[in-house]
Nanobody, 116 residues
């Protein structure tokens, strides 16, 4: 059974930083593409950042230069370092695993609230 567990969300002031973590079990982590999505109130879920098994990364334009995605295969964990946070970054952040069999698995999400 594949499980993804996010942690690290919370309340932070604008300009501050948070680091999200996502621990993955039940799948061959190193071969998965891993991503972070977010969903703000009243909005659709959007892709924030993705890191592929080979290490290539992509970011949403809105977070480029402020967020950094990384992975630690030895710990089956993916991270999202979020710096220079803005109130518009407020959302529930979800971890996603995309396997080589084109299956997607999701965590339950962690809430990030950025106050102005």
């Amino acid at each position: 059974q594949v499980q993804l567990v996010e942690s690290g969300g919370g309340l932070v002031q604008a300009g501050g930083s948070l680091r999200l973590s996502c621990a993955v079990s039940g799948t061959i982590f190193s071969s998965n593409a891993m991503a972070w999505y977010r969903q703000a109130p009243g909005k659709q879920r959007e892709l924030v950042a993705v890191i592929r098994s080979g290490g290539s990364m992509n970011y949403a334009d809105s977070v480029k230069g402020r967020f950094t995605i990384s992975r630690e295969n030895a710990k089956n964990t993916v991270y999202l370092q979020m710096d220079s946070l803005k109130p518009e970054d407020t959302a529930v952040y979800y971890c996603n695993a995309h396997t080589v069999y084109n299956m997607d698995f999701w965590g339950k999400g962690t809430l990030v609230t950025v106050s102005s």
